[in-house]
């Protein structure tokens, strides 16, 4: 039975993180250009902070300075979306000129333009997330709170950044309009990409200016044992690299399951989006917005699971989490702190 919204039937604790870690060559920090977006989300996870929204390019030129001196020599660039930024290639070229190579999290409807994706590459650009949340025009369009030729420009983006060599990485995020439709996505996917992207699913936040959307405020961690589990099946029937964000490992049934967030996909600093002047570290952050149960401090996967999002357990509860017991090779250990 789902708990109600507000129940909260066990205490709720956190990991601990430093605040700060030494940056080395290895670093990534994310990069936000602002909250700026031509898609209009229904289920957007930014903040929507007037002050966030739009950062005017020589804030960005500053910043871009100060992860330099701090010694990145790689960042995510990410926004709202970044690419429609009109200091983009400004900001972008600066990076390039400090040696700073870079990654990006877009809706890729910007690399649908001619040249736009060589461009990115030869300004130091290696990787792509690139949200896409249906093949059906339809529905993603809907998901985007856009018309469908934003879904055929993105489709389009994905294309052209392949053809440039970009490493890319299709973002998925479940609703309730989509869920029906994963075996389509993967299988369609294979179609036209096979093991050239990699696939990404991940559970909704509901702690943005979107948390209210019914599609996913309504959408259950029970609602997505089964189709997730036979997701996982089907990409390993289709040779296909499938990753997952925001999934409790006792939800995938698995305690071995990794948790590919932003620290898992390479993200260790991020750069305080209000005065860009201050990194945290990414674990840190990441550990200051998840929840655990009181149950879960003996789970065998402790260590590395994601646990669920603060907003989610203050929601709902933690009743849908079953840790796993104890196992050799599998250590529980783990500082946490109770919240």
Same mark, same amino acid.
């Given at each position: ?20 870690? #030494? ?9 936000? *250009? ?7 989300? #229904? ?12 950062? #005017? ?31 983009? &290639? ?11 190579? &870079? ?109 209210? &959307? #019914? ?5 259950? =961690? ?24 925001? *999934? ?16 898992? *996909? ?25 929840? =655990? ?47």
């Amino acid at each position: 039975m789902h708990a109600t919204a507000g129940s909260v039937s066990q205490p709720l604790f956190k990991k601990q993180r430093p605040e700060d870690i #030494p940056v080395t060559l290895k670093s990534v920090a994310l990069f936000r *250009f602002g909250e700026q977006c031509n898609n209009h989300c #229904p289920m957007c996870s930014n903040t929507g902070e007037p002050g966030l929204f739009f950062h #005017p390019t020589e804030e960005l030129l500053r910043r871009a300075a100060f992860l330099k001196r701090c010694g990145f020599a790689r960042v995510v660039v990410t926004g709202g979306e970044a690419t429609i930024h009109p200091g983009f &290639w400004t900001v972008i070229e600066r990076l390039a000129e400090d040696g700073i190579a &870079w990654d990006v999290n877009t809706h890729g409807r910007t690399f649908s333009r001619p040249g736009f994706a060589q461009r990115a590459v030869t300004t130091g650009l290696q990787r792509a997330i690139v949200s896409l949340h249906s093949f059906d025009a339809a529905t993603d369009a809907t998901i985007f709170g856009a018309d469908e030729n934003a879904h055929f420009e993105t489709v389009t983006g994905v294309d052209r950044l392949l053809e440039a060599g970009v490493r890319v990485m299709l973002n998925c995020v479940l609703t309730q309009l989509n869920l029906a439709q994963l075996h389509d996505y993967l299988r369609e996917g294979a179609r036209r990409y096979g093991r050239r992207v990699a696939f990404k699913f991940v559970f909704p936040s509901t702690g943005g200016k979107g948390g209210q &959307w #019914p599609s996913i405020a309504t959408l259950r =961690y029970d609602d997505v044992r089964l189709p997730v589990r036979h997701l996982r099946q089907l990409a390993t029937e289709l040779d296909l690299r499938l990753f997952l964000e925001s *999934f409790p490992n006792c939800i995938v049934q698995d305690p071995t399951s990794a948790n590919l967030g932003r620290s898992g *996909f390479g993200e260790t600093h991020y750069l305080d989006d209000a005065s860009g002047d201050r990194i945290y570290a990414m674990r840190h952050i990441e550990a200051e917005l998840s929840a =655990y149960g009181d149950g879960c401090r003996r789970c065998a996967a402790l260590s590395r699971c994601p646990g669920v999002a603060r907003s989610y357990a203050q929601r709902y509860g933690v009743d849908e989490l079953t840790p796993f017991a104890p196992s050799p090779g599998l250590s529980s250990g783990q500082e946490e702190e109770s919240t």
